[in-house]
């Protein structure tokens, strides 16, 4: 699944190929014109990203989008990761039903309830993976270690949902995840690097090809 259309509809349309960008440079044609959102194309998105702490923070904030487009996430990242203390899990694992009517009050970030609840939870059951054979190596296996290339050409052709989402899916709400259906699952593994989904004429689709053999 790309991420979904921003606030203000500056996305492209369905079944589009790369657009040059004022630099002259082909992108997937999602992030239109907002230099936030370019800049994550061009740097974050579909990088190989084997930190757990971080994949944990993917993870949790592509489960916020849920019912929101990503620019939205985007836009409020910082101030999530000022509200869950940098999304370290030893920490946010602990918090009590005080910080979380704390969070429900700030308005930098998204003031959902049970997402917020989830990711106490969530984080609680990252502690048991990482203990156990680290978050990492747990979410990476479900490729084999190594991020799976597609070769799509326009957005027409890139899956909201595969048989490797739906598993993953399927195991980490056995585990005690929430917010983790195939589509959320999708999106964060094309945000964790775990699949290579820029357009093939993107200028990212080789880099990242390349960051996987590194």
């Known amino acids: ?19 040059r960008g004022a ?25 190989p990203e084997r930190d757990s702490r971080a994949l944990f923070e993917k993870l949790i904030l592509d489960g916020f989008q849920a019912g929101l487009s990503w620019i939205t996430i985007l836009r409020k990242r ?26 429900m009050a700030d308005s930098g970030i998204v003031r959902n309830r049970a997402k917020i609840v989830s990711t106490v939870k969530s984080a609680q059951v990252w502690l048991d993976i990482e ?4 978050f990492s190596a747990y979410l990476w296996d479900f490729v084999d270690g190594a991020p799976i290339q597609n070769r799509f050409r326009t ?8 048989d490797v989402s ?28 775990l699949v290579n989904d820029h357009l093939v004429g993107c200028f990212r689709h080789a880099e990242c090809a390349a960051l996987a053999k590194a």
């Open 155 to 162: 957005t027409a052709d890139v899956p909201a949902e595969t």
């Open 23 to 47: 630099d002259g440079k082909m992108r997937c044609p999602w992030p239109g014109v907002d230099p936030l959102y370019v800049a994550y194309h061009d740097t974050e998105w579909g990088v």
């Open 131 to 134: 203990a156990k054979q680290g």
């Open 78 to 103: 910082e101030a999530f990761r000022r509200a869950f203390d940098g999304f370290q899990p030893a920490l946010v694992a602990r918090y009590d039903a005080r910080k979380i009517e704390s969070l």
């Open 166 to 193: 739906r598993r993953l899916s399927k195991d980490l709400k056995a585990r005690g995840f929430n917010f983790v259906g195939p589509t959320i699952v999708y999106a964060a593994m094309q945000a964790m690097g």
């Open 1 to 19: 699944m790309l991420p979904r259309m921003t606030d203000d509809g500056n996305q492209a349309r369905p079944s589009r190929g790369p657009l």
